[in-house]
């Protein structure tokens, strides 16, 4: 229960359509796309950087949790209110402080949306790379929060890599600002990425300087069907080995492929086992060259079919055609984005399905192979507890094979509270630690976002 | 002095080729290019992780300074060992321990140099990025200690845009395991990107694995001389706002173009003022597009000339005939390497120079231009009191300049010992604390290369 205390000063602070505290309110604040759910005692909702500092000082007089949101798309409930407290709705701070294309950089506030952001770089002919799948509609502060990847990561790498600086009030009040304006800087320590993908657990970020990237010239691609999913995972190799890195390679596996014949029977070629969508981006020549090169790194005795697609829309019909089924399936499923190294794809994915098939749990796989990431979804029916017993079981051994093969628990999702209890399987207790120091250092009283990221 | 307890524990765990204490061993270490002198009272050359972290162990049993050293290329004096204490030279820790160009990943130990790492990347069609002028015999420890650019960080940005994980050992002698193998990872705090750049004052590093990237098809180049410097810096923002982004942008005003006539007389057109050598990267027909947007770029009433250059060593001679005359005058000069925004240079590189004609200051200024990363030296007569005097002050109203530009102290030198006392120009102090903060979490007793990066 939140102090009346703290509530009488937060309303001296904010007007009335700026505090939520009826239950009924903030139940709209309760859940992110984990599915999990815990309501807070109340819904700030700060417009400046000033505001966001008082809230956390208030906070912290009343050592009350304060966690941060942004739009609440995230997968791993990092911006859930799992101890109650204040919810900091982020979401009105929405201004575009400067457009600045002679130097390549947008500076806004968190609460902008990614798609916001393309939508003022464009007419200048750039762009800003993060692009998960929630692009239309998750706001800058929430990629920023999780190093927010997508399809273009490949390419253009993740959220950390199109970061200049950044604005940010600390868990104990106190304002800062990381990096810089400018593309080079090596000035004092990289706080600006120790708070990219620091999941609201150090600092609330206020402003951010983005730097943006020039469009390409033009995008085309390739779509490629295989008999099998060893052979698709050679030719990703095979693609990945390629001097031009395409701007996108997703992969979708045979329990993939299954899901939209159900629902559209004649869209796919019925050998088909695993599919690749490879976007390549440049000038039309290079797109030319490179949509040859992928079609030829694609053969292979698995391979079905590869051929260049007409247009964009074309490439990622199939993609487009998986999400509403996966939402139709999304309350039944464990959802992971793990990352191997590239090379180990074809191991990997032999054993993942021996995993599954000992536990007799149903998957769908699919993702960005390009960087080895890849969405693994057990489908379970919630009320078979047997069935949750086993993929939990299931989920552990995939964990520890990912480990296995040097790679990671998450490429893009980040830890929340969905896979803090894995951490330490990929983390050493001494570099976990320092971690748990250093946010100590930000947030002495265990204010902001308690609970998430560690064990 | 060093206490002869730790001299003796010392002695038994390395032997007496890899512990130097005798003052004229010591000596080539005592200094690194800022041409500063401070002997250490020992040097140390570990082999193994394991030495590292047993050296760090006794440094802080005997509260006695370690400063950790690469090759000594380093121009802020960021290794030198200001209060005496033990150098840790890590130039013996020499192992790539994993070529895997499938994965595009290098991993190798602090000593390996630059170069070193390109040679075994190139076979496999890689280079690793970060390319300070020393890449010849700089180590990939001191370009990591340091975020290490070059010229073609325009392109393809720093040290810290290319390492994807490191081992270190903390100044308290802990053992952490950073980032990971994998081209994308969110799991914990970006602690690889809070090492780089931290200029050794927080940990060790003794292993890092390095992202490689695919070498280009081919380079080309355009050189480009003006009238005066303010059309140059014109052309400058006009090629760097091309969609395709050059992968070297290198200035050199008039003070240069000068030092250059001083021994070739015949080298330059006698009328220039201001020259950029510029180089472009991919296929040949990007680069025969991409030459012709930027001699495009480059017309303006100022032009003297822009011609492409018939091969690399025609386009870098310019450049390379400078670089000797430089080290002629290196003993009396201060060289800084600021980064204003691109947009800035115009206004920002006649302030400059009204400021030297202020102070009575000859300038040679030139550098990484589409940064805005400007190596600004101020030669100086260091028997001349009064000049040295007039000298700083100039330096310190540079800085000022700097940061009423929005641009920042240094570009990819860092701080070390050189510009520690400009620091809070740049970060204010709130965050400077929490800096020093996080270095007290590292480094508790202060021992790794105590002094540097702070006021």
């Known amino acids: ?44 909702f700060p417009i400046t950087a000033d ?11 009343y050592k009350t949790p304060l966690t ?96 200049l600086g950044l604005k940010a009030v600390t868990g104990s009040g106190k304002v800062i600002k990381t990096g810089c304006y400018t593309s080079k800087g090596v000035v004092g320590y990289d706080l600006t990425r120790l708070l990219i993908g620091s999941e609201g657990t150090l600092a609330i970020i206020t402003e951010a300087t983005l730097k943006l990237t020039a469009l390409p010239q033009a995008t085309g691609g390739v779509t490629a069907y295989f008999y099998d999913t060893a052979s698709c995972a050679t030719a990703i190799i095979a693609i990945m080995a390629l001097p031009q890195i395409p701007s996108a390679v997703e992969f979708l596996d045979k329990g993939s492929l299954n899901l939209i014949r159900g629902r559209f029977p004649d869209m796919l070629p019925p050998d088909a086992d695993a599919m690749l969508m490879i976007e390549v981006d440049g000038s039309l020549r290079d797109i030319t060259e490179t949509t040859t090169s992928v079609i030829s790194a694609c053969q292979n005795n698995g391979l079905l079919n590869a051929e260049q697609t007409g247009d964009t829309a074309t490439l990622w019909k199939t993609r487009k055609a998986l999400s509403p089924l996966l939402r139709d399936i999304a309350p039944k499923k464990i959802n992971e984005d793990i990352v191997v190294p590239v090379n180990s794809l074809p191991d990997f994915l032999k054993e993942l399905a021996q995993l599954c098939d000992n536990y007799q749990i149903t998957n769908v796989n699919f993702g960005h192979a390009g960087n080895g990431n890849i969405h693994v979804n057990l489908l379970i029916d919630p009320d078979d ?71």
């Not at 229960?1 to 937060?10: A, Q, T």
């Not at 505001?51 to 007089?61: D, H, M, P, S």
């Not at 950089?105 to 949306?113: F, K, S």
């Not at 509270?417 to 050493?428: L, P, Q, V």
Request: hydrophobic residues 35%; glycine residues 8%; aromatic residues 8%.
């Open 68 to 163: 941060p949101r942004g739009r609440g798309t995230g997968t791993a409930g990092g911006c859930l209110p799992e101890h109650g407290g204040i919810e900091l709705s982020l979401e009105r701070m929405l201004q575009i402080i400067t457009i600045d294309p002679a130097n390549r950089v947008i500076v806004a506030e968190p609460g902008v949306l990614n798609q916001s952001v393309q939508d003022a770089a464009h007419p200048h002919g750039f762009f800003w790379p993060p692009d998960p799948s929630s692009a239309m509609y998750c706001s800058i502060g929430g990629n920023i929060a999780t190093s927010a990847g997508g399809p273009h990561a490949v390419k253009y790498g993740t959220t950390r890599d199109h970061v």
């Open 1 to 44: 229960m939140l102090s009346p205390e703290l509530l009488r000063d937060l309303r001296e602070l904010l007007p009335n359509d700026r505090l939520y505290s009826d239950p009924t309110d903030c139940y709209a604040y309760a859940y992110d796309n984990s599915r999990k759910i815990f309501p807070p005692d109340a819904v700030a």
């Open 51 to 61: 505001e966001v500092q008082a809230i956390t000082l208030l906070c912290n007089k």
């Open 385 to 455: 507890e047997d069935e949750s017993r086993r993929a939990y079981q299931c989920l552990d051994n995939i964990f520890d094979l990912v480990i296995q093969f040097n790679g990671t628990l998450s490429g893009e999702h980040g830890i929340g509270r969905e896979k803090r209890s894995y951490i330490t399987k990929e983390i050493d207790s001494a570099t976990l630690n320092l971690m748990k120091d250093i946010k100590k250092i930000f947030d002495p009283n265990n204010i902001l976002n308690p609970g998430k990221l560690f064990p």
